[in-house]
């Protein structure tokens, strides 16, 4: 066990540590990834008039940061204002449940008990709006952590909506963590894009006001909807770390594997041994160093650090890579005289404002980036699957380019999207099309995390890394790298000029 004992004073495995075991009180009751328990504590947030004492800071932020972003509106053209709205006097109602497209509440006696196979409409807001001679706002949200909606239900729920509040302004709110497709009548909006900026706002405004009890819910909140949000980004430094410990302690994993095994099943009814204590102090610690190895997302990354690109000189292409894990490739395509390195090191941020949840290391304004996602994303403690999973079952990949625009300085970000958006639209006018896309990039405006959005979208048709790295060196591939990294050079070079 000599691995062991040394890895155990190891600053990087103590880093890595700190990181991966942090207490949370969402993670010890298992609510992570509970939607029920979401939508419960989101509704209870919204509600001016709950005892958290917030009063309707968090529903404000919420509001403000929806209508921001284009979900919320009247009549269809004027940009909601929320100082139209009686916020005090706002009525929050959380899960309310379903009979095909009738609530149960007003469902006849004889199936007032029956199964709720229309489900349940996750949270029911109406906010009455000052100027508008008795019409009230209301919002309907339908919240998605890991599933997605049953048939017809969404439906139903905008068909009960439309009876019953037609004389209001009605929005519906169809909230996720990852892209999807909502139904018509729904406006599709991510945790990233509303609820967790709202939440780190509503921190702010509360820092001197809010009871202790309150704030740490909220510190344990934001660090949960933070790991969803941020996905591979949240956790940027374990990989790193892991590496570095495969890499100096090349037994290790024999090692820990072997403290796993020993680990007694309840159904053995066997004596704990001397090393049970070390193995559950570090236990999740040890599980992520266990499975590093074996993941087939590491075999990219490797590939990726000291493969990729080597190939490529015949096509005068040089990839400069910048920070980079199993959940995210990033780097520059450099063409032979091309300034696009300079310039995205000109306009990026160069202070991380979080060391644990940096954006780059490198101080690029802009980056490509191969993402990587498995069924059911990645855990707050970085394994592909729970860790207590001991099962052998094949974990599915899904790989996807992004052209993303982070933290800048001395430019309008706005500004750079948009002009992104528009050469792009030009150079590759069939990306306007996002549904349905096969193969084939498409065009959006999407945020990924608080730090970045995504200009494009690529997802690829690939099974396994092995279809990857096909794919990634593969001309129709590098050709897309090289015409988009002049575009990118070309509306950097716009923007400065523009702040100049």
Not at 5 to 32: C, K, P, T
Not at 310 to 330: A, F, V
Not at 420 to 434: E, F, G, K, M, N
């Amino acid at each position: 066990m000599s691995q062991i004992q040394n890895i155990l004073v190891d600053e990087a495995f103590v880093a890595l540590d700190r990181q991966l075991s942090g207490f949370n009180f969402f993670d010890v009751l298992n609510l992570r990834n509970a939607e029920i328990r979401h939508t419960r504590f989101l509704a209870h947030l919204l509600d001016p008039l709950a005892s958290h004492g917030l009063g309707d800071v968090f529903l404000r932020a919420f509001l403000l940061q929806a209508a921001a972003l284009g979900k919320l509106s009247l009549d269809g053209v004027k940009q909601l204002e929320v100082q139209d709205l009686d916020l005090q006097l706002a009525r929050v109602i959380p899960e309310i449940p379903f009979k095909n497209s009738t609530p149960l509440d007003e469902a006849p006696s004889s199936e007032a008990n029956a199964n709720p196979k229309g489900g349940q409409l996750d949270i029911f807001m109406q906010i009455p709006l000052r100027t508008r001679g008795g019409r009230d706002l209301v919002i309907a949200i339908e919240n998605k952590i890991q599933a997605q909606a049953g048939v017809g239900q969404l439906q139903n729920y905008k068909k009960w909506l439309d009876a019953k509040f037609k004389r209001h302004k009605i929005h519906c709110l169809y909230l996720t963590v990852q892209e999807q497709d909502a139904n018509t009548g729904w406006v599709h909006v991510t945790y990233s894009e509303l609820v967790y900026p709202a939440l780190v706002a509503t921190q702010h405004a509360t820092a001197h006001s809010a009871s202790q009890d309150v704030a740490i819910f909220l510190c344990h909140y934001a660090q949960v909807l933070r790991d969803i949000v941020e996905s591979e980004a949240a956790y940027a430094t374990t990989d790193a770390l892991a590496e570095r410990l495969m890499e100096k302690y090349p037994r290790v994993q024999e090692d820990i594997k072997r403290l796993i095994d020993e680990w007694p099943r309840l159904a053995d009814g066997a004596p704990l041994k001397p090393s049970w204590g070390l193995y559950r102090r570090y236990m999740k610690t040890f599980q992520f160093l266990a499975s590093f190895d074996t993941d087939e997302s590491t075999q990219v990354l490797r590939w990726f650090t000291h493969q990729w690109g080597s190939g490529l000189k015949e096509r005068n292409l040089q990839i400069l890579r910048d920070d980079s894990n199993r959940g995210y490739l990033r780097f520059l395509p450099i063409a032979p005289d091309s300034a696009l390195a300079a310039l995205s090191k000109q306009c990026g941020k160069k202070r991380r404002s979080d060391e644990r949840y940096p954006w780059t290391s490198g101080e690029n304004g802009v980056l490509f980036e191969i993402r990587c996602s498995a069924d059911g994303g990645r855990s707050r403690e970085g394994s592909r699957r729970s860790q207590t999973d001991r099962s052998d079952s094949v974990v599915q990949y899904k790989w996807c380019l992004h052209v993303v625009v982070g933290p800048l300085e001395g430019m309008n970000r706005a500004s750079l999207v948009d002009r992104l958006r528009c050469l792009y639209r030009i150079a590759w006018p069939q990306t306007q099309v996002r549904k349905n896309q096969k193969d084939r990039p498409v065009i959006q405006e999407r945020v990924l995390s608080e730090q970045f959005y995504s200009v494009m979208k690529w997802n690829f048709e690939a099974g396994d890394y092995k279809v990857l790295q096909k794919k990634m060196v593969s001309p129709k591939f590098l050709d897309f790298l090289q015409q988009a990294a002049v575009l990118t050079e070309e509306a950097l070079a716009e923007c400065l000029a523009g702040q100049a």
